[in-house]
């Protein structure tokens, strides 16, 4: 309806134009610069890289929350939605940060955390006084219920709590409060009360806050757990899985009943009055396709772009990261695959492969060992040439692995020690086998610091950093990759400039291929030609593109059964290009494409091979 209404010369269609040429660049601040020596990374920090971001040619910066917060979950946890806190500087650094990266062309997107807030938010100091405060009813208070006997019998902990919902970091999703004598709502940590959005007085709260950063000059918001802020307000007990303590209450705060209310009335209040160019990204733990199209319809005006967790489930048991299995390409294609069917006439989708909460992208989808160059880069051709919005999280367009901790003092993360105290206190699971099971996957794989040069703790900081810097640093650093033209720095640059030049990259269509190829990752983009000669950026172009990457370190042939590809322009590789091993293998020096005798294309170890041909033109 909103774009019918939409004056003529500003279609939606524009307004959307910029981000989906847009790649976003993910700082979580703690772990990518340490300015003053403390071992945590600050604002001052971020400003001395400034140039770095720029040269690899992002369009937005991301920033994890750098507000107050007493850090249970690093900063996700927020005391103060309108100051900085200590640790990381001052309102008047961030304020210079902003200009900073406005003056070099880029913007700043913040993170948005307001399904809960922090236990030490002043506006759960005042709930949390008396039933009686104003207040009370901006979080989720329930007496405790009549202990079930059996319930009690299942854990060591009386069962008292409203409900049997576990907590995402162990534990129940309840603490009892002594001074009232009732029970608080916390998805993540205790000390993360959530927000009662059913409270109109909660949601204006958080407009004004928002409308306060606009005001500031920010340019958006990803939005934390965004499509857990709507509850099933009876807040009925889950499931219980085998060899699981607590019920699982997702279905009754994913995609909850007011959704579409409560960001339609977002937009209304805080982005519908403000000229283009922000950008909003909901993050949205087990949103399916159906619902994304609907949330990111932009007819519908809630948000621009989702993150969706599917693919990021894929190598585990029942979606269980503690349970790590291998993953199969095949699964991998077909869930990307339905992510770009189902979004390719309405709404737009993000693309990652990693960030704060997830394992290091090449050590999980590519080969962290011998071929780690090669498979970085193929994975960064592979998710960039998808259609959407491609998210680059610190560290990844260096190659950072995952990290190997020893003893389980070695982590950080709450997610992981609280695991750890569970599984070994009530599961009856030894040490060891709760270390092994964690190492995959756990988060803190991608919080160690980013590794600048091969200087003592990677050039992070001078200080003693607050979590281990990955002994990997002295061969893998930014300062090793920045003029060295093949590193895996100089390819990130090469394919974000490819998506700024190549509209077929930005805006054509997708069409996946081989689906059932176990080892070859395969498909194509297209931009209609058209009569008139399309100019960049039109919607016609008559450009194609093939992409294709094998996801092992063995020789495949990719048969895709069209040999008009084999002539192609190769304009992005991770290999270095070899006219003499191609005449060799009988194509022309010009052709990049090794062939088998049966006329597939021959693909070497983690190979990416990306192809364009100008037809209808
Ligand atoms: O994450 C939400 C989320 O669902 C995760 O990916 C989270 O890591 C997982 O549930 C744990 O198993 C967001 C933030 O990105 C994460 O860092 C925060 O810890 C979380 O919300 C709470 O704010
Ligand atoms: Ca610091």
Do not use: C
């Amino acid at each position: 309806m909103t774009v019918e209404q939409a004056p003529a010369e500003t279609p939606k269609a524009t307004a959307r134009d910029w981000f989906q040429r847009a790649v976003v660049y993910q700082i979580y601040p703690r772990s990518f610069a340490d300015s003053n020596g403390d071992g945590i990374g600050d604002l001052r920090g971020i400003i001395s890289k400034l140039d770095y971001l720029q040269r690899l040619g992002v369009d937005v910066v991301w920033l994890s929350p750098i507000y107050t917060s007493p850090q249970d979950d690093n900063g996700y946890d927020i005391s103060d939605y309108r100051n900085v806190d200590p640790l990381f500087g001052t309102l008047e650094e961030l304020r210079e940060l902003t200009d900073g990266l406005h003056a070099r062309g880029m913007k700043l997107v913040m993170d948005l955390v307001v399904n809960h807030t922090s236990d030490e938010h002043p506006w759960f100091v005042e709930s949390r006084s008396s039933k009686e405060n104003p207040k009370r009813d901006w979080y989720w208070w329930r007496p405790p219920r009549e202990v079930d006997a059996r319930a009690s019998q299942r854990r060591a902990a009386a069962a008292a709590e409203p409900n049997n919902w576990g907590s995402a970091f162990s534990g129940p999703a309840w603490e009892f409060d002594q001074a009232t004598g009732e029970y608080y709502l916390h998805i993540f940590s205790k000390k993360q009360p959530d927000l009662n959005w059913e409270n109109p007085e909660v949601r204006a709260a958080v407009y004004e806050m928002m409308n306060w950063w606009l005001d500031r000059g920010v340019d958006g918001f990803r939005m934390d757990v965004i499509n857990f802020i709507s509850k099933d307000i009876s807040l009925p007990d889950g499931p219980v899985a085998d060899g699981k303590l607590f019920g699982d209450g997702s279905p009754f705060y994913i995609d909850g009943p007011r959704m579409h209310e409560f960001l339609q009335e977002m937009h209304r209040e805080v982005f519908a009055s403000r000229t283009g160019g922000l950008l909003t990204v909901g993050e949205m733990p087990g949103v399916t396709v159906e619902d994304a199209v609907l949330y990111t319809d932009p007819a519908r005006a809630e948000v621009d772009m989702v993150f969706q967790f599917e693919h990021v489930a894929l190598d585990q048991e029942e979606g269980d990261k503690w349970r790590p299995k291998k993953l199969l390409l095949t699964e991998l294609k077909q869930t990307l695959g339905r992510w770009q069917e189902g979004l390719a006439e309405t709404g737009w989708n993000s693309l990652y492969w990693g960030n704060h909460d997830q394992a290091r992208a090449v050590s999980r989808f590519g080969d962290d060992g011998k071929y780690r160059e090669h498979s970085a880069k193929m994975l960064a051709g592979i998710l960039h040439l998808h259609r959407g919005t491609p998210y680059v999280y610190q560290g990844e367009g260096l190659g950072m692995t995952n990290m190997t901790f020893g003893a389980i003092s070695d982590y950080r993360d709450i997610e992981v020690l609280n695991h750890h105290r569970e599984a070994t206190t009530h599961l009856g699971h030894t040490d060891a086998e709760v270390l092994a099971a964690l190492a995959p996957l756990n988060r803190d794989n991608a919080r160690t610091p980013v590794q600048w040069d091969a200087s003592r703790h990677a050039g992070f900081t001078t200080g003693a950093p607050w979590i281990a810097v990955n002994p990997n640093a002295n061969h893998i650093n930014a300062a090793a990759q920045m003029d060295d033209p093949d590193s895996v720095y100089s390819f990130y640059r090469k394919v974000i400039a490819l998506r700024h030049a190549e509209p077929v990259v930005s805006h054509g269509d997708f069409t996946m291929l081989l689906p059932d190829d176990p080892h070859v990752y395969a498909f194509t983009r297209a931009l209609a030609g058209s009569g008139s000669a399309g100019s960049p950026g039109s919607p016609a172009d008559g450009t194609q593109i093939l992409v294709l990457g094998n996801f092992s370190g063995e020789e495949r042939d990719a048969q895709l059964g069209d040999q008009t590809w084999h002539d192609a322009e190769l304009v992005l590789g991770n290999y270095p290009s070899d006219a003499g091993a191609a005449a060799r293998d009988g194509g022309s020096a010009a052709s990049a494409v090794r062939s088998s005798a049966a006329g597939a294309m021959r693909l070497r170890p983690w190979e990416l091979l990306v192809l364009r041909r100008r037809s209808g033109a």
